[in-house]
């Protein structure tokens, strides 16, 4: 997972470069391939980049769009890559994902996230607007943290990366980390600390200089149903949609691996991914890796 940060003014005042650049720091275990900052007037976006599909490989983030009227920082993958190609007239195969959201946005506003399928979370300013427009996907894979006030916005990959700003105190959120002792996930984007707030799962959040607005953009249709007369195409739905939800995680920049258990749900995943492998090459070999302990071992999954 690569790492960002986006600061917006709202009241323009200007940016202090320095100030992002300490907040980048504390991100920058998730950047083995560099990292870039850019300063536009009272906004700043930074990025610590870990390419993990082709497509991204030696691209420079924060993005900017068409005559630089947006600026994109982006985690993520997309697993829809085809169907958006096509829906946005886009010829080039070669476009990167990040590039794919900008071009999303251009198209379809903040309804873009709609159209968008696979773990991200992405901050994009939006110069013409004069606003900022976050959003986090729908199962919550990647995440995204904002601390909101009058006058500035600050967003990051990590909480920790908040805490380097001025304003953001670290008083810790005692109600918060009562919940977590209890065992209870917290369904209000709070956090261990009072100033930061999680952006939750399937949300996005549409800052401007005097409004602010977050919403749910995805829900689970609890009423919809599917129908099958046998038990066997029930089995043949499932593997087609495990099939190809194997099939989209395979584009990598680097081989390929599974973290193997021994349950049902990773030996499924290492074996249609091993089938997908040697469909490319005869000789293509699926690597598995197991977490291992010497003392507990009730734990201990080397042996898968």
């Known amino acids: ?21 300490r907040m980048l720091a504390t991100l920058d275990h998730r950047g083995s391939d560099g990292a870039d900052l850019t300063t536009l007037s009272h906004v700043v976006l930074g990025h610590q980049h870990f390419w993990t599909t082709p497509e991204e490989v030696g691209e420079r983030q924060p993005l900017s769009g068409k005559e630089g009227s947006l600026t994109l920082v982006f985690d993520g993958r997309l697993d829809n890559r085809a169907d958006l190609l096509q829906a946005l ?36 300013y939006d110069h013409t607007q004069r606003a900022a427009f976050c959003a986090r996907d729908a199962l919550g894979d990647r995440t995204l943290y904002y601390y909101l006030d009058a006058r500035v916005l600050v967003v990051a990959s990590e909480e920790q990366a908040l805490l380097k700003y001025p304003t953001v105190t670290t008083q810790v959120n005692e109600r918060r980390l ?21 952006l939750l799962p399937a949300h996005v959040l549409y800052v401007g200089e005097e409004k602010h607005r977050t919403w749910r953009y995805w829900d689970v249709d609890v009423q919809r149903r599917v129908r099958y007369r046998t038990d066997e195409e029930y089995g043949e739905h499932f593997r087609a949609l495990l099939n190809d939800s194997v099939a989209c995680r395979l584009r ?53």
């Open 252 to 304: 990598t920049s680097a081989p390929p691996a599974v973290m193997m258990s021994g349950g049902l749900d990773s030996t499924s995943v290492a074996a249609l991914a091993s089938l997908h492998l040697r469909q490319h090459s005869s000789s293509a070999q699926l690597r598995t890796i197991s977490y291992v302990f010497d003392e507990l071992t009730s734990c201990d999954e080397r042996w898968f």
């Open 1 to 21: 997972m690569s790492g960002f940060l986006c600061i917006f003014h709202r009241d323009r005042a200007p940016a202090d470069p320095r100030v992002a650049q």
């Open 89 to 124: 007239n886009c010829q080039d195969p070669t476009l990167s994902d990040a590039r794919l959201i900008l071009y999303a946005y251009e198209r379809w506003g903040t309804d873009c996230v709609k159209h968008l399928l696979g773990p991200f979370a992405f901050a994009l």
């Open 178 to 198: 009562a919940s977590y002792f209890a065992l209870e996930h917290p369904t209000d984007g709070s956090t261990f600390f009072t100033s930061v707030t999680e």
